[in-house]
């Protein structure tokens, strides 16, 4: 194993644990230079370091070090490997727009604008829209198009207007189905992107409190039984904020009875 793999796989498994370079540094004690040195390969971890490193990680010293590494290709090619892990990672995408060969001459030429400008007035509402993956697809019905995250449908439409109109019709679709379905599109990483966007305006509310007491996983179950309520995700820092107390007072709570105190409370303020 050469000192490349090394950092390669600490900076990988570090990433699965959605840990920024501080919390995993903090957490085995030493300093985030230090961790980062490892990470791009400029140093090694002290061999004292290495049960902590694969317990806080979770993996086996055998997969850290690379010591089990199994061959998943019959060739040599690594740019094989390569390619076939990452389409593994990439087939299931948290948003798809397709739609039938039909409807290609209606695309605008300002479609990557449009979705962009899609992306800001959701983001205005606290909504962080993941990548959208774009595609035709020969089986759809003539003029058929479908919003679709991890591949379930969440919207499915066939138009019948000019071109222009179902251009519009796609793109305002999109924005209303991202809107009213982010629950369903919610997942860790989009959490911990909030998180640590919202740590920049409010660090002390974050510090130490995700995912040190309220890990990205227990935050998105909230997040999704609060929107389920149809409460806006606007109100993370409020979440955030009041989850703290509530698993303070009480660490049995469940996602499901903290998101309805919350909104219980703030369709209280609301009303005062």
Excluded at 37 to 65: F, M, T, Y
Excluded at 146 to 159: C, G, Q, T
Excluded at 247 to 265: C, F, M, R, V, Y
Aim: charged residues 30%; contains cysteine.
């Amino acid at each position: 194993m050469t000192n490349v793999e090394l950092g390669s796989r600490i900076s990988s498994y570090r990433k699965n644990k959605n840990m920024t370079q501080e919390e995993l540094a903090n957490r085995i004690g030493i300093t985030p230079q230090a961790l980062s040195k490892w990470e791009r390969n400029q140093s090694l971890p002290d061999i004292s370091l290495l049960i902590s490193l694969c317990n806080i990680l979770e993996v086996s010293a055998d997969c850290l070090l690379g010591t089990d590494a199994q061959k998943i290709t019959e060739g040599t090619d690594k740019g094989t490997e390569d390619k076939i892990l990452r389409q593994l990672r990439n087939c299931l995408p948290p948003l798809e727009l397709i739609f039938s060969v039909s409807l290609v001459p209606s695309l605008s030429n300002n479609f990557v604008k449009d979705i962009e400008d899609v992306r800001t007035r959701l983001a205005k509402e606290g909504i962080l829209m993941p990548l959208v993956w774009v595609r035709d697809e020969g089986v759809l019905k003539e003029n058929e198009f479908m919003i679709l995250a991890y591949r379930n449908v969440l919207y499915d439409e066939v138009l019948c207007g000019s071109k222009e109109e179902n251009y519009e019709k796609m793109i305002a679709c999109l924005e209303k189905t991202v809107r009213d379905r982010y629950a369903d599109l919610l997942n860790k990483d989009i959490v911990k992107k909030l998180v640590d966007n919202l740590a920049i305006s409010y660090p002390a509310l974050v510090e130490n409190t995700v995912p040190d007491k309220i890990s990205y996983g227990f935050l998105l179950d909230i997040l999704k039984k609060f929107i389920a309520l149809g409460k806006p995700i606007c109100y993370l820092p409020k979440i955030i904020e009041k989850a703290e107390s509530l698993l303070h007072d009480n660490p049995a709570l469940s996602a499901e009875t903290i998101a309805l105190k919350i909104a219980g409370e703030l369709e209280t303020a609301i009303r005062i």
